[in-house]
């Protein structure tokens, strides 16, 4: 793997991070376009990254006009270390896929 690619794998799974961290901190269901100005990144990159999140059911849709929920509602929070790194693990292989995905 080339530093290039660790690079673009990077800020890919950095923009992940700051979607999820985004949906959690309005803690509020929003539309795509409403994360890519939140967070100031293109819409089209938030709008793959969303949906590779909703593909692996890291987010899940609310209503019927593309809303997506703060992570917390389809992560839930639990003290169990095991439960804890199933979920890292799906996280990090979700945002090194997507990455790869859209070249980032």
Known sequence: MTEDTIKRRARGLDRAFDILDFLKEIGQPLRPNEIASGIGSPKSTVYELV????ERRILEPVGKDGHV????????????????????????DSANSLARRINE
């Open 69 to 92: 929920p703060r992570p917390s509602v389809v992560l839930p929070r639990t003290d169990a270390k095991n439960n804890y790194n199933d979920y890292r693990r799906v996280l990090i």
């Open 51 to 54: 949906a590779s999140l909703l």
